[in-house]
């Protein structure tokens, strides 16, 4: 079984779904991992009050482009994949709808699958958040880093793929 897909992570400034200030994409086609793309985003407010998440400040966001400004660079990545994935997939979606909502763009509208639920699924993992099911499975992370969650977003759809492939 192959799929085309596109794992995806954001890290907020605030509390707000509008306040991307960074984005991990990774693009899987026919099963094989063939773009990461990482960009930093100057959200909509200066105080960023998740750097001890994820450690960016307003410093390492000024200077970068805003998510309209960013659009057109990512968008054609949504193109033409059976789904988009994410660790907790509804605080991403709202993410990115947030985004193009305050942007005036035209959300993209693909089926999204969840790594949580596919953790639980398909290995039985408790807990789920993304550190341990990448400890369970062997995936390296550096955490809270958006393209290095996205990748591992992505390892887990693909070991998921092979796993329920070799099942008799």
């Known amino acids: 079984m192959s799929a085309n897909f596109l794992a995806i992570d954001f890290e907020t400034g605030d509390q707000q779904p509008d306040s991307a200030c960074s984005i991990g994409l990774v693009r899987v086609e026919n099963g094989v991992i063939t773009q990461e793309v990482v960009k930093l985003i100057r959200p909509p407010r200066k105080e960023i009050v998740f750097t001890y998440i994820h450690g960016l400040t307003w410093e390492h966001v000024a200077q970068a482009p805003t998510f309209g400004e960013l659009w057109p660079e990512i968008e054609p990545l949504f193109k033409g994949v059976d789904f988009v994935v994410a660790h907790n ?3 991403d979606r709202g993410v990115l709808n947030a985004c193009c909502r305050a942007h005036g763009i035209p959300a993209p ?4 699958e969840c790594t949580v639920q596919i ?4 290995f039985n993992i408790y807990p789920t958040k993304l550190s341990n099911v990448c400890q369970v499975l062997g995936i390296e992370l550096n955490h809270h880093e958006a393209l290095s969650d996205a990748r591992a977003c992505a390892k887990i759809v693909l070991r998921a793929i092979d796993h329920v492939t070799r099942l008799p």
């Not at 509208?109 to 999204?112: A, F, S, T, V």
């Not at 953790?119 to 398909?122: G, L, N």
């Open 89 to 91: 997939a509804s605080f």
């Open 109 to 112: 509208n693909p089926r999204y």
């Open 119 to 122: 953790a639980r699924k398909v």
